[in-house]
């Protein structure tokens, strides 16, 4: 039976230079490279963590997303919540693994730098998202060839269905080089939307 009340809460994506939220575009900048397009963002979206500037940006796609749907639906922003974090890619951290592999391939200049080897994991950004928002639920990152709607479903219902979580975020959040993009949704009791995997793959071909 309660299967059958999930739904989809709120809904966020980032691509293309613009921010969306749920069906209306909260940020966007006509030109600019990743690097200055998410700075931009995040200082319009007044996101208040000054982590951010060190993350990669792939953690910064997959935390500024986050970041305004868990704003959006928090009633209490200083409780604990019991939110699960379910994401996705295709590349991994492969942006951050080139520039890592940069620092250490040259014998004679042999630099490798602390502050990008820590960005060789894609779930980083999953811890980022739940010390700011004081998440401590069960968190995964996963590597797929596309987003695996199918897959997101189950997971997102199992983890909702034997209480080990009161909601889950679930994503797909990929970026190589200039070309990124970040879909994020919240699963939950509340919301409008059906949890479908119809509706989540509707969703992500909005952005």
């Known amino acids: 039976m309660k299967r059958q009340l999930l739904k989809i809460k709120a809904y966020a994506s980032i691509a293309n230079n613009r921010v969306s939220l749920n069906d209306g575009?909260?940020?966007?900048?006509?030109?600019n490279d990743l690097s200055a397009f998410l700075k931009q963002a995040y200082k319009s979206l007044d996101t208040n963590y000054s982590k951010f500037f060190?993350?990669?940006a792939l953690s910064k796609l997959g935390f500024l997303a986050a970041d305004i749907i868990l704003k959006s639906t928090?009633?209490?922003p200083?409780?604990?919540r019991n939110t699960a974090l379910v994401f996705s890619n295709s590349a991994s951290s492969l942006d951050t693994d080139r520039k890592h592999q940069k620092s250490i391939q040259d014998k004679d200049n042999y630099f490798p730098s602390p502050a990008v080897f820590v960005y060789t994991l894609p779930n980083i950004c999953l811890g980022e998202i739940s010390i700011k928002h004081k998440l401590?639920?069960?968190n995964s990152f996963f590597i797929?060839?596309?987003i695996n709607t199918g897959y997101l479903f189950d997971y997102a219902n199992n983890l909702i269905l034997s209480n080990k979580a009161d909601e889950v975020l679930?994503?797909?959040v990929n970026c190589d080089g200039e070309d990124y993009e970040?879909?994020?949704y919240l699963v939950s009791t509340e919301g409008t939307i059906p949890h479908t995997k119809e509706e989540i793959l509707k969703l992500y071909n909005i952005k």
Do not use: P, R, T
Request: hydrophobic fraction near 35%; include cysteine.
């Open 144 to 146: 797929f060839n596309h």
């Open 170 to 172: 679930c994503g797909w």
């Open 78 to 80: 200083d409780l604990e």
């Open 25 to 31: 575009i909260v940020f966007s900048e006509e030109k």
């Open 136 to 138: 401590y639920s069960e």
């Open 74 to 76: 928090q009633k209490e």
């Open 182 to 184: 970040a879909f994020v």
């Open 54 to 56: 060190k993350m990669d």
